[in-house]
């Protein structure tokens, strides 16, 4: 299954929470393909080497190395997203994380957020809450 993983479940995953055991869980599952995009990236492995964070880092790194793909920011990326932000109301980096796993095919995009938030109003893809798997 073509899987998107947002920054917030790969934090969750490193930095142990109510919510890690999910995030593991997704992370460990050998049936996923995993896809992900230059931002995702720059959210989480600047910070981790910029504070010497090298287990972290290696975390990140790791997960990045395995992925199927890893989408750059480009303009077409940029018009892809500002579409969906209009139809949607998303954030910009929402909208360019949606926009990156449309363009891959991904089927499920993970994310930290609470089900309120405007990502949930995207139809093209199934987004699922870690909070929502909790039992």
């Known amino acids: 299954m073509k899987t998107f993983l947002d920054s917030g ?14 995030a593991l869980n997704i ?7 995993y ?11 600047p910070a981790a080497r910029f504070g010497k964070q090298l287990k972290e880092e290696s975390f ?8 199927e793909a890893i989408e750059p920011l480009s303009v077409e990326l940029g018009r892809e997203a ?6 949607y109301g998303l954030s910009g980096p929402d909208a360019l994380q949606m926009a990156a796993a449309l363009r891959h095919g991904v089927e499920e995009f993970y994310t930290t957020e609470k089900s309120t938030k405007p990502i949930f109003r995207v139809k093209e893809l199934k987004v699922i809450s870690l909070h929502s798997l909790r039992a």
């Open 27 to 33: 992370l460990t599952d050998d049936t996923r393909q």
């Open 60 to 67: 990140y790194a790791g997960y990045f190395s395995e992925a």
């Open 82 to 87: 500002e579409l969906l932000a209009n139809r």
């Open 9 to 22: 479940v790969l934090i969750t995953a490193w930095r142990r929470n109510e919510l890690t055991s999910l």
């Open 35 to 45: 896809y992900a995009s230059q931002l995702v990236l720059l959210e989480v492995l």
